[in-house]
């Protein structure tokens, strides 16, 4: 009798089927405990997330929680940058679709608008964010700032663009642009989460509409009026 020859790879997919659904699933239990972190830290701030705060959150063991991470540290970065990809997914990828110019600045300040407006009751994590690491060093505080200061720079780009479009003076600086947007974000915060003064967010769409008043170029203002009429 001759024994049939099996090819190596024939068998392979069967006896990696296995190991694919589990690398899954670790993906998928890990995902699931970075949502539920990202939810405490929205309310407790990144210094109140612990690994068995999160296993009771998720009904996990601590050892369970701490195998996906291996350290708070890790758990605080990996929090962080899911919030980051979450903010671009909702802020700054929608306004790519706008023209280039005033059009995207507006854009990526409405996005940034209702963004802010959904964080009133549950909590910025760049901004609480800010106020725990303001003045620690090390590697949470990196990914914090690294966010922050990329979400910075799109918004400067976003300036530079209008500029290069002719529709902001060009003798304005675009971080002094960046800046005064910032600071309307962080006031709203201030003055709706913390002092609860009803109307801050009109207020800081009144205040950009006032930026881009102030820093149009008299053709673009001419080309918006001709638009209104």
């Given at each position: ?43 407790i701030?990144?210094?109140?997330l ?14 369970g ?16 940058r899911e ?20 059009s995207?600045l ?7 608008m209702?963004?802010t ?10 901004i609480?964010?800010?106020v ?15 966010s ?33 947007v ?9 003055e709706a989460?913390?002092?609860k ?22 053709a ?8 209104k009429?």
């Open positions: 009798m001759t024994l049939r020859t099996i090819s190596p790879l024939s068998v392979a997919p069967a006896s990696a089927e296995p190991v694919k659904r589990a690398m899954l699933k670790g993906q998928q239990t890990k995902a699931a405990i970075i949502d539920a972190a990202l939810g405490l830290a929205s309310q701030g990144l210094e109140g612990s690994i068995g705060a999160l296993a009771e959150v998720t009904g996990m063991s601590k050892s929680v701490f195998a996906h991470f291996g350290s708070r540290e890790e758990l605080q970065i990996s929090v962080i919030y980051h990809d979450r903010f671009e997914s909702e802020v700054f990828y929608p306004a790519m679709q706008q023209t280039r110019g005033v995207r507006q854009a990526m300040f409405d996005n940034w209702v963004q407006s959904n964080e009133i009751d549950s909590g910025c994590i760049y609480s964010g800010a725990e690491f303001d003045d620690r060093t090390g590697p949470v505080r990196d990914a914090l700032a690294s922050v200061t990329s979400w910075q720079a799109a918004v400067r780009r976003a300036v530079e663009q209008a500029q290069g479009e002719g529709q902001l003076v060009r003798d304005v600086d675009p971080l002094q642009v960046a800046f005064e910032h600071g309307l974000i962080l006031a709203l915060h201030y989460r913390f002092l003064v009803p109307g801050a967010a009109e207020r800081a769409r009144q205040g950009f509409a006032r930026i881009l008043e102030r820093y149009h170029t008299a673009a203002a001419a080309s918006s009026s001709d638009r009429r």
